[in-house]
């Protein structure tokens, strides 16, 4: 294996470190604070719900873990690489090996099917096609989306979409899944549906999901539930060590990080 593979140690060093993270926006003369000062440590296979009211900076925080923005100031670590540091090339590598997302508005591409929807990060990761297509048919599978392949996302429900979306997500198998008010758009039942499914499969491929919600039924299916205002963790509630987390730190030994130059990037 090439020396551009990253491996999380065998220590119990946590899968995310977030240190002393400032994040101000400038709007012409005005200074808009919206992260000020957050450290958090997230382990391997822990399911962590943000909450906090709209404006207090929860999908701040995930871009930035995400690499997406870069803080102001303060440190963020996945595994041992310095999200913070890397370039705009390698962070969308990282990326795109590593990181799943799941949008409030499901952010599908109206023009292709589900299936190629799903297909979108194998693409990205270099996959062949007949390889990309099977795995995008298992996860609709996965999601309990059988005979949607070729389906477009405006002949879908909310709901229908949504899995899709998740399916996207888990594609790539990425170590990390962020969902930004995944069920924001959805009715209450199709929410329960949605949100039982996305921890399912998580805890299923120990995966660590970072997931931003203003339900507070939603907020329950969380390991820890992290409130977020004015910039600032108001709190942290610890709902239960899982037996998901246990187990996960067990097999935080064989695990890596992975951010391989991907092939056939435009
Ligand atoms: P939340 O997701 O909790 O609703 P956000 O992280 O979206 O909150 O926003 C936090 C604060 O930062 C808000 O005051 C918002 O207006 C501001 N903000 C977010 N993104 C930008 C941006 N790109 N430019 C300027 N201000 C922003
Ligand atoms: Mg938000």
């Keep these: 294996m090439s020396d551009n593979i990253i491996q999380v140690g065998a220590s119990m060093k946590p899968l995310i470190e977030v240190k002393n993270v400032r994040k101000i926006y400038r709007m012409g003369e005005e200074k808009i604070v919206a992260l000020d000062n957050i450290s958090l440590s997230v382990a391997k296979g822990e399911i962590i719900c943000l909450v ?72 990205f990761q270099g996959m062949e096609r007949k390889k990309r297509d099977r795995m995008a048919k298992e996860m609709l599978e996965a999601v309990g989306l059988v005979g949607f392949e070729k389906r477009v996302p405006t002949r879908m429900s909310g709901g229908q979409q949504q899995r899709v979306g998740i399916a996207r997500a888990l594609a790539g198998r990425p170590k990390i899944i962020f969902a930004d008010e995944p069920t924001g758009n959805l009715d209450s039942a199709t929410s329960k549906e949605v949100m039982g499914l996305i921890v399912k499969m998580v805890k299923e ?33 610890n709902k239960k060590v899982s037996e998901a987390q246990a187990e996960a730190e067990d097999r935080e030994m064989h695990s890596e990080i992975n951010i391989e130059k991907g092939k056939d990037l435009q």
């Design 52 to 123: 906090g009211a709209s404006g207090s900076g929860k999908s701040t925080f995930l871009n930035m873990v995400a690499g997406l923005e870069k803080p102001s100031r303060g440190e963020i670590y996945i595994g041992d690489i310095p999200i913070h540091k890397l370039n705009e090339e390698k962070v969308t590598l990282f990326r795109q090996k590593n990181i799943g997302f799941i949008f409030q508005s499901f952010h599908l591409l109206p023009m292709l099917t589900a299936l190629e929807n799903v297909s979108l990060p194998l693409v």
């Design 205 to 237: 491929n120990n995966q660590t999901l970072l997931i931003v919600t203003h339900d507070p039924n939603i907020a329950a299916y969380g390991d820890r539930i992290v409130t977020i205002m004015d910039g600032n963790i108001l709190s942290i509630e």
